[in-house]
Structures are given as structure tokens and as C-alpha cells.
């Protein structure tokens, strides 16, 4: 069984910062060997991918509408995914989800909420 447990979610003012965490388990999950990304769904929206990150943590893939202002990150050895978010708009406001990449549809956690206004 693979678990994803996101973290670091909040209400943040325009402009300001935030970073997310993934924790991952699961006897079955070698994480390391999995190329990871961090999605998000707003509100009335499809859950869209954010960036992409692979095994190594060495090639890292954004949207367009997030490029230069996330970064994503990996720790193999605490089995952990990061998302950095700087700069961050009103429209960035969603549910932010890890998985795999491609996703794995049972591999979907609860999210951590990202509000983003004044």
C-alpha cells in the first residue's frame, strides 16, 4: 500500500511564500525510483499538474503558468517531495496534491489546502 501525506498548506497574503511537503510510505513504494510531481485542483477546476521532478531530483518540468516562481524538490533518503511556491497569486489558490508521474490513481492523497488573498 503507498500512502502520500501532503503538509504545509495555509492562507498566504499576494506575493508571499510558502512550502509544501509530501511525506511517502508504503513497503511497496520505493520512492526513489519513481518520478514524482505535485498537482493542484481549484476550486470548479480539473486537478491540473504543477511541475514534475525526477528520480534523481536532478530535471525538474513546470507549468507555464507557475515557471520561475515553484520549485520542486526530492529528499530520497527521507522519502520526502517539496514544493517551494514564491510569488504567489490569488489564482494559485487550490487543493495541492503529490503523486507519481504519470499519477497513479490510487496513490491520491487528501491534498493541503493553498489559499492565497489579502
Known amino acids: 500500500q503507498v500512502q502520500l501525506v501532503e503538509s504545509g498548506g495555509g492562507l498566504v497574503q499576494p506575493g508571499g511564500s510558502l512550502r509544501l511537503s509530501c511525506a511517502a510510505s508504503?513497503?511497496?513504494?520505493?520512492?526513489?525510483?519513481?518520478?514524482m510531481g505535485w498537482y493542484r485542483q481549484a476550486p470548479g477546476k480539473e486537478r491540473e499538474l504543477v511541475a514534475s521532478?525526477?528520480?534523481?531530483?536532478?530535471?525538474?518540468n513546470y507549468g507555464d503558468s507557475v515557471k520561475g516562481r515553484f520549485t520542486i524538490s526530492r529528499d530520497n533518503a527521507k522519502r520526502t517531495l517539496y514544493l517551494q511556491m514564491n510569488s504567489l497569486k490569488p489564482e494559485d489558490t487550490a487543493v495541492y496534491y503529490c503523486?507519481?508521474?504519470?499519477?497513479?490513481?490510487?496513490?491520491w492523497g487528501k491534498g493541503t489546502l493553498v489559499t492565497v488573498s489579502s
Open positions: 503523486n507519481t508521474y504519470p499519477a497513479g490513481k490510487n496513490y
Open positions: 508504503g513497503s511497496i513504494f520505493i520512492f526513489s525510483l519513481a518520478p
Open positions: 521532478i525526477s528520480t534523481g531530483g536532478a530535471s525538474g
